[in-house]
């Protein structure tokens, strides 16, 4: 694979011709009516989607760090329609496209009021090259067999959304590649590589680490530029959200964590390339036009003269959202038909105060409960990039963790506790219990009314195994509502074989009830849910996709490979219609 931008010195020339794509375009929101598509290009310039269906439109990029982007806003387009675009640089209205390549086609599908809707998702995928040393370490990877899926097939067959829950970048365990232009570019720059004054100096400890805005221009360009994968995203909308290896590994599992990390002299450099990163990349495109066009931190940026008064926007909110977590808000809604998709920040917002740990701190929680219990969607579908439902022998595993960090068997337990809580990966939503039961409590709520909705589904990625669990509220049926998580992880990054081990255990009844006893005996209390995993787990690269169709939900798990030929492909693992209802006993 060649990197989009490899010249760490290219942002200073201006003596090449016509203005060029970097990287994109990504399709990102589509309604019945309007679609919005970002776009990186090499310079400052004018941007125009151009469409089959005769509507255009066009916006000038705003640079950050010699870098240049755009968002371009299509309205009034024809519900329910397939429609090519191209997209064109430049003021010259006698400009030739830039994209699609010559002799393809770009083609992009508006919703349709009624209709089936499908959202392929996973998390976890490394940006490594497709030699054959990589696809021998890693795999292959599950985005491009998806692309050669989306290719193959009638257009009406695609998802009708991508979404990538997490860890979309490895910002602490960069490609070879992308760590030998690191120590390059940190070479010719003293070390000191693209840091923002005053916001601290690199050690070693982050030698082989992404720390600023253009090391992380890097790896996008690495993950996204790829031909299969770029016109994957050309083509079908997405959404996303960030994890810990988009910051670093482990972000916010705990307040003795974040007391280590945010005392080291780098923090506050990478928390600014992190966020400013993510806010470009992929927050921007999570918004509809209207939150686009009403975005405060948007439109300074776009209204800002210079891209040093841009950088100093962004680097600002970037350690406010980081100090201030209720000062940012990552999580957002899609609504897809009768399906509200409400995608959570379970990163950035926890509280992390022993004393009541949460995954959401207040102000996030009460915003999702609102957007939770104002529609009347037949399907509420809730992103989170960490599993709600754990498989079933690691759920009481971190309850009973929680539990003794939180002092249940004395400070000393408590300091092993916290240790082990980092150590293990101890972080899912069973170690909130707050949040997991509150979690819970508006299930409840929502299953409770005169009409509730058909399902209530949660997809996640993170544990680098998938699976499907359908569940229950504990003594209280829900006939009329299908309960179920659904775990695609990973895209491309395989988890070590031993670990395999422990995660087919935790399904197991002899493991679920010895750990369901150690919670018991910390003083956990009884989980006001239970599930089991009735597929899976699985623990190869692939893909998972939901499908709502009316009142019914399904499920198509994809397993990526390489075929023959060399090329990478996906495989058909399993195929469930959800509906049924919940299973008649539950390993919780």
């Not at 257009?155 to 030998?180: F, H, K, N, T, W």
């Not at 504990?474 to 422990?502: K, W």
Request: charged letters at 25%.
């Amino acid at each position: 694979m060649t990197l989009a931008h490899t010249d760490p010195s290219r942002h200073d020339r201006t003596d090449r011709g016509a203005p060029a794509l970097v990287l994109g375009p990504l399709l990102r929101f589509v309604d019945e009516s309007r679609a919005t598509i970002w776009v990186e290009t090499d310079r400052a310039t004018a941007v125009r989607i151009d469409t089959s269906v005769g509507v255009s439109a066009q916006t000038d990029t705003w640079g950050v760090g010699g870098h240049h982007y755009a968002i371009v806003v299509l309205e009034g387009l024809p519900a329910d329609t397939q429609l090519d675009y191209s997209v064109v640089l430049g003021d010259d209205t006698g400009s030739d496209a830039v994209w699609p390549p010559d002799g393809e086609q770009c083609r992009l599908r508006t919703a349709a009021v009624g209709a089936d809707v499908t959202i392929a998702f996973g998390s976890c995928r490394r940006g490594d090259t497709y030699d054959e040393e990589s696809l021998g370490r890693i795999g292959a990877d599950a985005l491009v067999g998806l692309a050669h899926r989306v290719n193959t097939e009638a257009p009406q067959r695609r998802p009708d959304l991508l979404m990538l829950l997490g860890d979309q970048v490895y910002a602490d365990d960069p490609s070879p590649e992308i760590l030998a232009r690191l120590h390059r570019h940190r070479a010719q720059t003293g070390g000191q590589g693209g840091a923002v004054p005053g916001r601290g100096a690199l050690d070693d400890e982050v030698a082989d680490e992404i720390c600023d805005l253009e090391e992380y221009t890097w790896l996008y360009a690495e993950s996204w530029g790829t031909p299969e994968v770029r016109a994957l995203m050309a083509a079908v909308p997405s959404c996303m959200i960030l994890d810990d290896h988009d910051l670093r590994d482990d972000w916010n599992s705990s307040m003795d964590w974040r007391r280590a990390v945010t005392a080291a002299p780098w923090w506050p450099r990478r928390v600014v390339g992190a966020f400013t990163s993510y806010w470009i990349y992929q927050h921007l495109g999570n918004l509809s036009p209207e939150s686009l066009a009403a975005d405060p931190v948007y439109a300074a940026v776009r209204g800002a003269a210079t891209d040093t008064e841009r950088e100093q926007i962004l680097a600002d909110f970037a350690l406010r959202a980081d100090a201030e977590p209720d000062s940012a808000r990552w999580s957002f809604v899609r609504d897809l038909g009768t399906t509200r998709l409400i995608v959570i920040d379970s990163r950035c917002s926890r509280d992390l105060d022993p004393e009541r740990r949460t995954m959401l701190d207040d102000t996030e929680w009460q915003w999702l409960r609102t957007v939770a219990t104002e529609t009347d969607a037949r399907h509420i579908v809730f992103g989170t990039s960490l599993p709600y439902l754990m498989l079933p022998a690691l759920h009481h595993l971190e309850q009973w963790n929680e539990a003794v960090a939180q002092g249940a068997w004395g400070p000393r337990a408590a300091k092993l506790g916290e240790k082990l809580r980092l150590e293990l990966d101890l972080e899912h939503w069973a170690a909130f219990d707050n949040s997991f039961d509150a979690m819970a409590d508006l299930v409840g709520d929502l299953t409770s009314r005169a009409t509730p909705p058909a399902s209530v589904v949660w997809l996640s990625g993170d544990v680098h195994c998938s699976y499907v669990a359908e569940a229950e509220l504990v003594g209280r049926a829900t006939p009329d509502t299908t309960l179920c998580q659904l775990t695609m992880s990973p895209f491309r990054n395989p988890l070590e074989r031993p670990v395999r081990a422990v995660n087919r255990i935790a399904v197991k009844a002899p493991m679920v009830k010895l750990m369901r006893a150690l919670a018991k005996r910390a003083g956990a209390g009884p989980s006001p849910m239970s599930w089991k995993a009735t597929a899976g787990p699985w623990f190869d690269n692939g893909v998972m996709s939901l499908t709502v169709s009316g009142e019914r939900i399904s499920v198509r798990v994809e397993h990526a490979f390489v075929d023959d030929d060399g090329a990478q492909r996906l495989s058909q693992t399993h195929v469930a219609d959800l509906t049924a209802g919940p299973p008649s006993s539950a390993a919780q």
